[in-house]
């Protein structure tokens, strides 16, 4: 692809921000990401459902043949109390891991042009460019900036202060086990499905992802999985997002920072209400981490030359398996939009906007309506099974 002469600037150094920075060079951009944290990331979410837009994301990057992108499961099991199979489903899915997806993206992308510690402190635009200014003083202007940085975004805070992500009334415990720690009849139910087990306010569910450096072979996988809990905003979940050094964390705790009494406490739980086969799948975790359950709206994505993607614009729930597919979405749509209008920014976002917002708008419905039917038909709380 020939250089348009364009030049993007992505806030972002995760999956949307890849989608976007990787989608725009395959049409001539130039494309610089900044990433606030100094750190490779890592393990963010454990396990993704793999969707066909994340697919040609990939294939419009030009890496659909380099790897695998994931673990076949080809059914679903729900489970009895006891254990045994509820009801059988043939559900053929791809399971993939936020690792495998990141990894893959990130060797596509120029380390050059990836440039990490970077916060974004302050952003500037006029009708022909937009220009980023940087907490370590440095400057960066360009012809479009892709605010792609998660539900803390900056760029959506500095753009619309009064759209935070809400608590949506549960969290999300996740965890994540070598195929090879779990014992062989419990792997044998859960391996290559999707299982899940749900009671009154809650359900759990697993299947397997790639292991360690991104493998796929058998026995050198991991089962993932994910189980839901209803925890009141004001007096129960301070509690939980307090860490093991007591720092109350925004929106969640990474594995190995839990606090001692939390963990404790949720694998008690565990042994107290799950089938047998996931009680055996928590207690053989060894660092579980948690997530609140945030909903997040905006009533616009575009602002100019400046656009917001992913989760920074909506977060739907995560019983829809759409997150990582809505930032692919919008990042094909939005190649698409300017290739449309040969590269003409404010004529290509006005274009993408409409059917993104509708996009988002459709998710996060989607999304509450499932989650108030597992968490809450039978009041806010925590049942028993």
Known sequence: MNATGNRALVIGGSLAGLFAGTLLRSIGWQVDIYERSPHTLDSRGGGIVLQPDV??????AGIADEVPLGVIAHERYYLNRDGSIAETMPIRQTLTSWNLLYSSMRRQFPAEHYHQGKH??????????VTAMFADGTRETGDMLVGADGPTSTIRHLLLPDYTPQYAGYVAYRGLVDEQELD????????????????????ILQYV???????????ERRFNWVWYVNYEQETELPHILTDKNGHRREYSIAPGKIHPAVEQAMRAYADQLLALPFQKLVAATKEPFVQAILDLAVPQMVFTRIALIGDAAFIPRPHTAASTAKAAANAIALIDALVD???????ALEAWEGDQLALGMRLCKSGQALGERSQFMYGKGQRSG
């Open 209 to 219: 992802i790639p292991g360690e450096n991104e493998s796929l072979i058998p026995l």
């Open 120 to 129: 974004l402190s302050e952003i500037a635009q006029d009708e022909t460019q």
């Open 184 to 203: 062989s009849a419990t792997a044998k139910l859960l391996t290559e499905r999707f299982v899940f087990y749900q009671f009154p306010n809650s359900h």
């Open 341 to 347: 209008s040969n590269h003409n920014v404010p004529k």
């Open 55 to 60: 697919v040609e994301a990939f294939q419009r």
